[in-house]
């Protein structure tokens, strides 16, 4: 299997500018995450999507962030407009039933606003 | 928020010495996994613990959980230069989705 594919790998982006990043989950899987990594905050949840459906955006940072999920093998996050405190690593990861089971990461998306 | 909290933040040995990880969290959780991440790489799965579960063992990797404490240990045994990474220990409370800690970054040196 491919693994969760994550695009673009890196991003430099000037501040104001929108960013859309994207994710293939694996194939099969019906549980997907959006995760953002920074070195002050750690591993965050931003976003869980179960049967393509957003289950928890509590996550979501504010209204600048969007999530879709169009359907079962692609998923979207947008920045607009972006800002320099969103640089940070952004990862989508997938499951079979939740939390409750393996949760695969993507290699992710490093993120730079200037 | 952070539900599990990893120590020691950093840790040096040196192969063939034994890493110990732990984590503790706050509320009660239906499993606990932990994750291995390497530098500017995703997060790789090494071992899941239910909650009904004390020990478990993978290859040189030994997990325990004690849910009375709230706190679980990460054992690497033999430990190789090619362990060198940053080790995330996550909880499931019931709500699908995993809280990970800050995590613990081992060096292992030759």
């Known amino acids: 299997d491919a693994g969760v594919i994550q695009s673009p790998r890196h991003e430099v982006t000037e501040m104001g500018q929108e960013v859309t990043l994207r994710c293939k989950p694996i194939?099969?899987?019906?549980?997907l995450f959006w995760y953002r990594q920074t070195m002050m905050r750690g591993l965050e949840l931003l976003i869980y999507f179960n049967n393509n459906v957003p289950i928890d955006d509590s996550g979501m940072p504010e209204d600048r962030f969007s999530a879709k999920m169009p359907n079962a093998s692609f998923s979207t996050l947008k920045i607009q407009p972006s800002e320099p405190r969103d640089s940070a690593v952004y990862f989508c990861a997938s499951s079979l039933g939740g939390a409750g089971n393996t949760i695969y990461f993507g290699e992710g998306s490093w993120l730079t606003v200037v | 928020s952070q539900q599990g909290e990893e120590d020691p933040q950093a840790l040096s040995i040196q192969e063939g010495e034994n890493a110990t990880m732990n984590c503790s969290y706050k509320?009660?959780?239906?499993?606990l996994q932990w994750y291995r991440q390497n530098s500017g790489r995703g997060l790789v799965h090494l071992i899941l613990?239910?909650?009904?579960?004390r020990e478990k063992h993978s290859g040189r990797l030994r997990v325990t959980l004690d849910t009375s404490k709230k706190s679980s240990s990460l054992l690497i045994t033999a430990s190789r230069a090619a362990d060198t990474a940053s080790y995330f220990c996550?909880?499931?409370?019931?709500?699908?989705?995993?809280?990970f800690g800050k995590g613990t970054m081992l060096l292992v040196s030759p």
């Open positions: 613990i239910r909650s009904n579960e």
């Open positions: 194939s099969g899987h019906n549980s």
């Open positions: 509320t009660s959780i239906n499993n």
């Open positions: 996550a909880t499931d409370a019931g709500y699908s989705t995993l809280t």
